[in-house]
Every structure is written in C-alpha cells, then in structure tokens.
C-alpha cells in the first residue's frame, strides 16, 4: 500500500481537500502507478479511501495485482515524484516565473 497525505492547509489551498480531486489524480496516474510497480495494466486493481478526519486529509490507494509484481523503491520515489509535481504544478510554476 502507498499512502499520500498533504498538511490540510495545503489540500486547502490546492484543491485536495475533497475525495473527487484525489479519484481524479490517481485515476489520471494509474498507466504510471502499474507500470512502476511492475503490473500489466490489464492485471491492475486498485481501492481507495478517503480520511477526512484529525488534522491531516489523505486519500490511501491500495493496489493489487499479479504474484511477482512489486514496487521497488525507484519505482516508489518515481511515483512520489509524478504525484507531488502535479500536486504543486501551479505553485511551482508560479516559483519559475519570479
């Protein structure tokens, strides 16, 4: 399982403070999320929910898929890494103009 949460001020501020935009942005990143973890994208399977409680909102997404599939931790940080720049896109975009 991978687990992505953003301080609520910043779900807030970015629009990912809702269940819709989190389904939006895993479902836009779903070919990655399979490839990275080595499962075919026929075989891909994933469930989520959302924690809109305490101080922290996260939308939790468990994959399953094939036996010998599995994440590396390149595969990790490539998704990390996808997910927050198109997390921050607009605040970084705004940092690259000044």
């Known amino acids: 399982d991978a687990i992505l949460s953003l301080k609520r001020e910043d779900a807030a501020r970015l629009g990912y403070d809702n269940v819709q935009a989190w389904r939006a942005l895993l479902r836009t990143n779903r070919n990655d999320i399979a490839a990275a973890m080595n499962i ?10 959302f924690h809109n409680e305490g101080t922290i909102p996260m939308y939790n997404d468990g994959v399953v898929g094939k036996a010998g599939a599995g994440l590396s931790l390149q595969g990790l940080r490539q998704i990390k890494s996808e997910l927050t720049n198109q997390i921050f896109r607009q ?8």
């Open 40 to 49: 075919p994208l026929e075989d891909f399977r994933w469930y989520a929910a």
């Open 91 to 98: 605040e970084m975009l705004h940092i690259y103009e000044q």
